[in-house]
């Protein structure tokens, strides 16, 4: 059984930073790659980063730049976020899957793929 643990959200204003960080458990298959996605309210959930098991890593459009997606080892993961928007407040989840749902974003559309941690609360004021 997989299970996926994020940390580090919280409350800052626009142009701070926070660090997200995923704590994995179990055993996740080696075609299995990591990543984070968001829920803002009323919004659909969506992909923001992911990093595959060689390291190569994929952004949305909206946070590239500002975000940076890393990994250590097998069981953490982590989410630097820089210069940060009112636009980025949202649950922030980490998710595990398989790479080609993972990479493309997809996993969103079919959650039942993968793991999903219960998500760490990002909020950007003004």
């Known amino acids: 059984q997989v299970q996926l643990v994020e940390s580090g959200g919280g409350s800052v204003q626009s142009g701070g930073s926070l660090r997200l960080s995923c704590a994995a458990s179990?055993?996740?298959?080696?075609?299995?790659?990591m990543g984070w996605f968001r829920q803002a309210p009323g919004k659909e959930r969506e992909g923001v980063a992911v990093?595959?098991?060689?390291?190569?890593t994929n952004y949305a459009d909206s946070v590239k730049g500002r975000f940076t997606i890393s990994r250590d080892g097998k069981n953490m993961m982590y989410l630097q976020m820089n210069n940060l928007k009112p636009e980025d407040t949202a649950m922030y989840y980490c998710?595990?899957?398989?790479?080609?749902?993972?990479?493309?974003?997809?996993?969103?559309?079919?959650?039942?793929?993968?793991?999903w941690g219960q998500g760490t609360q990002v909020t950007v004021s003004p």
């Open positions: 990093i595959d098991n060689d390291g190569s």
């Open positions: 179990g055993y996740i298959y080696r075609t299995y790659c």
């Open positions: 998710a595990a899957g398989p790479c080609w749902a993972v990479a493309t974003f997809s996993l969103v559309r079919s959650p039942n793929l993968g793991y």
